[in-house]
Nanobody, 121 residues
Framework: QGQLVESGGGLAQAGGSLRLSCAAS????????LGWYRQAPGKQREWVAY???????RYADSVKGRFTISRDVADNTVYLQMNSLKPEDTAVYYC???????????????WGQGSQVTVSS
C-alpha cells in the first residue's frame, strides 16, 4: 500500500484561511480519487470533499463555496484550501485514497495521519 502524508492546518481566526496538503505515493495518486474528511470532538468522521483522477470535484454542503480541493500532478499532492473559516470547521482533517464509481466516492483504507484545524471566534 502507498502512503498519504499530510501537512498544514493549525490555528486561524473566524473568517481566515488555512491550507492542507496531502502528499500521496505515485501509484495512489494516479489510480484513485482522493478525498478529505474531518472529525470534530465527540462527532463522527464526515466527508468534506473529493477530487477524481479526471478532475471532477464535489463538496459537502457545509463547505461549498468556502473550501476548494485541488491536486498537483507534478508532485502527487492534493490540497484543501479553506477560506472564510468558521468555528464549526474545527476538527482533525484526514485525507483518504478512495474510488469513484457511478458518481459516488467510496473511501478506501488508506488515510493520512490527520491534521488539526482550530478556528477561534
Amino acid at each position: 500500500q502507498g502512503q498519504l502524508v499530510e501537512s498544514g492546518g493549525g490555528l486561524a481566526q473566524a473568517g481566515g484561511s488555512l491550507r492542507l496538503s496531502c502528499a500521496a505515493s505515485g501509484s495512489i495518486f494516479r489510480a484513485n480519487a482522493l478525498g478529505w474528511y474531518r472529525q470534530a470532538p465527540g462527532k463522527q468522521r464526515e466527508w468534506v470533499a473529493y477530487i477524481t483522477s479526471g478532475g471532477t470535484t464535489r463538496y459537502a454542503d457545509s463547505v461549498k463555496g468556502r473550501f476548494t480541493i485541488s491536486r498537483d500532478v507534478a508532485d502527487n499532492t492534493v490540497y484543501l484550501q479553506m477560506n472564510s473559516l468558521k468555528p464549526e470547521d474545527t476538527a482533525v482533517y484526514y485525507c483518504n485514497a478512495g474510488t469513484y464509481t457511478s458518481y459516488t466516492y467510496y473511501p478506501g483504507s488508506n488515510w493520512g495521519q490527520g491534521s488539526q484545524v482550530t478556528v477561534s471566534s
